[in-house]
């Protein structure tokens, strides 16, 4: 929640806070010691992957009457082929 209270609080201001990656070790084997024994794993934008997957299925539920009848993409209900 807190991140998502930083988001709303920067409202167009300066996005670098939500562009960053974390880094985890995580051993190979028990009794990791050097670095080779670790293994790198990087969660790049992990926390602007989780707020857009959050804005896309708040807006899933208002986006239907915004969008014309014509249009058949971008909606789980329509299809492209229709």
Request: overall charge positive; glycine content about 4%.
């Amino acid at each position: 929640m807190a991140v998502f209270n930083q988001f709303h609080s920067l409202s167009g201001a300066n996005f670098d806070k939500i562009n960053s990656a974390f880094v985890a070790l995580l051993p190979k084997k028990d009794g990791a010691e050097s670095v080779g024994d670790f293994r790198p794993i990087s969660l790049i934008n992990s926390i602007a992957k989780l707020i857009t997957k959050v804005l896309s299925i708040r807006l899933s539920e208002k986006i239907s009457p915004i969008i014309s009848p014509a249009q058949s993409a971008f909606l789980k209900s329509r299809c492209l082929q229709d």
